[in-house]
């Protein structure tokens, strides 16, 4: 056995051609297989015939297909996409992770103070206005009219109370949309997304910004609930024409609260929110409607309202808003903004103002000056007009700054400076009161000369010896020329000031004229005092301020002022004053069945016209004029301010009771104590050099270096070394027996000569 194994030749393995079945493994040579009796047969057969199996390639491809197909691409496709999603998952995973890591630590996250708002409410406790950056107070979600959110979360947010801070669903289907219309149509963002957004990050546009969006969206949802953010959003979103908040769009759109807006208005304001300043109902009506149909059409399907209630909205009017805020009232705003920080300094949190305005006196005040300007302003070439209304406090009633706030918010009432013209003669002539002249006393109407200054009346004519009273009356400029130098210039000055002017006046001799500049504010409250008979008036508007809790941070202290003024010279003022509109320059101001006192001014080259004037109720002042100075067509103070004043205060008087005022009509002044009555004896004896039974604050005199000279200037000796304006020897002298002193015999008294 053992020779025939090493007797059997040896066979080598070959690579070049020739039979390789030895290399080969068939089923049969399988640990785990069993031989086909068929494939062993064809395999001894091919064995045979010296040839290797081959395989068909058309078989080959038919066993790959054979698990193909349909169901094969969809398999690949599902493999591909969760291996897609898994690295995508990993990739989100990783970013949100290093841009989160670039944020504050999110125990440190809060939301942001709101920016403080100012709302300021009228003495009947309207609203006048809100100030602050966001243009409106904070509303309670309760308190808003229902179709707000309504209408915003149809048009922004739909799943808004099922989602977590993402909508995924939403997501994909703002994808879809943008993708099949090939342009931008929908955003993906919630409306927490897009709180997170307004309160804490930039508007750039970019893929880390994105992600701190949703990573603060989610934290504000686990934070606050649904209706809090909701109410946080209509508080701050940005509406358009500098309104931030529903409330402010409300009031800057519609002019009202968010509390009344109906279901048209809720749907233009939602449909702001995709384009606040393009969309803005101020630049854009017609678009601003068209969004709002839009708002109108989602609110529908999602069930929110009905069909009529859709047909009804859309009937309404477009809106029509000004392309600034718009009414008299904001002048008055804008003064209360003024004054709060010399109030309470700093306003560092949501205050409450209460002022002494009157809305209903505001509107009448407004629409008298329209409607005059409207009528007679371009034919007397009077583009602007100012008004401003006090009670006998100084509180202030009424103020229009201008023709249009929404054309311009410059206050021509309290801001601007201009020349009074005849309308400061009243200090004048309340000056020569003082120092003993009286209605009755005389001086001559003739032409005047002062230094290099010759003052001439209005219609350039004399009328000789005239009373004060007529001369007033008639604004005679030669006799408040006359007295100015018999009083002295700074005696004017002075009490000009004590009443109430606080602007700089040139102490000269064309103070009789008012030359020096005052504002139409502080002239009107300066004549405040001869209505209240003698009292200091100083112009106030603000009475309370309050937080929004109720706790008073100011309140004012005007209702104790100070004498300014003797009340007997109030009688002989308001007495001329009455005659000024009975029988003088005034008489557009008559007011049926009211007794009204006041005196017209006109500046030179009609530059100016004003008349300020008052009843026992109210005082008023008037200007009409141009911005630019240039000249009206002949509008005197007795014209178009005049009748303005009367159209304003018949209305504002309506339904009140007539009486007189102080000091007229047989009514005896009021004096310090009550229960003390001023008898024609008690004004004997004081005339007399006795002590009267009542004592008044003394008047103001001169420097004691410079003692009153009648028939000249107090400092005249100063005049005339410098050469400046010394008086003729006439001017300021009396004519006939009239002595330059006050007389002291019982007629004189009895008839006020």
């Not at 005040?365 to 005059?372: N, Y």
């Not at 120092?435 to 004519?461: C, F, H, L």
């Not at 603000?542 to 202290?557: E, F, P």
């Not at 004029?625 to 209305?651: C, F, H, I, Q, R």
Request: with cysteine.
């Amino acid at each position: 056995m053992a020779g025939k194994s090493r007797s059997r030749p040896r066979i080598d393995p070959s690579f070049s051609s020739g039979d390789d079945d030895g290399l080969r493994v068939d089923a049969s040579d399988r640990v785990s297989g069993r031989p086909s009796t068929k494939t062993s047969a064809s395999t001894r057969s091919k064995a045979k015939s010296g040839k290797a199996p081959r395989r068909s390639l058309k078989g080959r491809g038919g066993r790959r297909n054979s698990g193909g197909g349909f169901f094969g691409v969809v398999r690949s496709l599902v493999y591909w996409c969760i291996v897609a999603g898994i690295w995508g998952a990993m990739g989100i995973g990783g970013l949100v992770l290093y841009y989160g890591s670039r944020m504050p630590n999110a125990t440190s996250w809060s939301i942001p103070e709101r920016p403080p708002n100012v709302k300021i409410l009228a003495v009947d406790g309207d609203t006048l206005a809100n100030r602050g950056a966001t243009g409106g107070e904070a509303i309670a979600l309760e308190d808003m009219s229902p179709f707000i959110p309504q209408a915003v979360m149809a048009i922004e947010d739909r799943r808004f109370y099922s989602h977590f801070g993402v909508d995924p669903l939403g997501l994909a289907r703002a994808v879809f949309t943008n993708v099949t219309t090939g342009r931008m149509v929908q955003g993906g963002s919630t409306l927490t997304q897009q709180l997170a957004k307004n309160l804490f990050l930039s508007p750039e546009r970019t893929l880390e910004r994105k992600v701190q969006e949703v990573l603060l969206a989610l934290w504000l949802e686990q934070k606050y609930s649904k209706d809090q953010i909701l109410a946080m959003y209509l508080n701050r979103v940005f509406f358009g024409s500098n309104a931030y908040g529903v409330e402010a769009a409300s009031q800057r759109y519609f002019n009202k609260s968010a509390r009344d807006v109906n279901l048209g208005e809720a749907a233009l304001l939602a449909g702001l929110l995709k384009a606040p300043s393009r969309l803005s109902p101020a630049r854009d009506p017609k678009a601003a409607e068209q969004r709002a149909q839009v708002v109108l059409g989602a609110m529908r399907e999602e069930g929110l309202i009905t069909d009529d209630e859709v047909k009804t909205a859309m009937s309404q009017p477009p809106t029509k808003a000004k392309s600034f805020w718009s009414g008299a009232q904001y002048y008055a705003a804008d003064l209360v903004m003024d004054q709060l920080p010399g109030l309470v300094g700093t306003v560092k949190q949501d205050l409450v103002v209460e002022t002494t305005l009157d809305l209903d006196l505001e509107k009448k005040a407004e629409k008298t000056l329209s409607a005059i300007l409207k009528e007679s302003g371009t034919k007397s070439r009077a583009s602007q007009a100012a008004l401003v209304s006090v009670d006998a406090t100084g509180a202030i009633r009424a103020l229009v700054g201008g023709r249009d706030y929404a054309d311009s918010q410059f206050d021509r009432a309290v801001k601007a400076k201009r020349q009074p013209g005849s309308a400061f003669k009243p200090f004048v002539y309340a000056a020569a009161m003082e120092i003993g002249r009286t209605p009755m006393s005389i001086r001559n109407d003739a032409p005047v000369r002062i230094g290099k200054w010759t003052p001439e009346n209005y219609d350039q004519k004399y009328r000789g010896e005239v009373s004060l009273a007529d001369a007033l009356a008639n604004s005679l400029n030669t006799i408040a020329a006359q007295l100015v130098m018999e009083v002295g210039p700074p005696q004017v000055a002075k009490l000009a000031h004590r009443l109430g002017i606080e602007s700089e006046l040139q102490a000269n001799a064309s103070i009789a004229l008012g030359t020096s500049e005052v504002s139409l504010l502080e002239l009107t409250s300066a004549y405040a005092p001869f209505m209240n008979g003698g009292f200091k008036a100083t112009p106030h508007i603000v009475k309370r301020v309050l937080t929004t809790d109720g706790k008073v941070l100011y309140q004012n202290t005007y209702d104790n002022p100070p004498r300014v003024l003797d009340p007997e010279i109030v009688s002989e003022m308001n007495q001329m004053m009455v005659g000024v509109v009975e029988h003088g320059t005034g008489k557009n101001a008559r007011l049926k069945g009211w007794q009204v006192a006041g005196k017209s001014g006109t500046t030179q080259s009609f530059r100016d016209a004003l008349f300020v004037g008052f009843t026992n109720n109210l005082t008023t002042g008037v200007w009409f004029g141009n911005d630019d100075g240039t000249s009206m067509k002949k509008v005197t103070g007795g014209g178009l301010p005049a009748k303005a004043w009367a159209t304003y205060m018949a209305e504002a008087h309506a339904g009140l009771t007539p009486s007189p005022i102080f000091g007229t009509k047989g009514i005896q002044p009021s004096f310090d104590d009550p229960g003390i009555q001023r008898t024609i004896g008690d004004v004997i004896s004081g005339a007399f050099g006795h002590k009267p039974v009542d004592v008044y604050p003394d008047a103001p005199v001169a420097d004691a270096e410079m003692p009153p000279s009648p028939g000249g200037s107090q400092n005249a000796a100063a005049d005339a070394a410098e050469g400046g304006l010394v008086p003729p020897a006439d001017v300021g002298q009396t004519t006939g027996a009239t002595p330059p002193t006050r007389r002291t015999t019982l007629f004189d008294i009895l008839t006020g000569g």
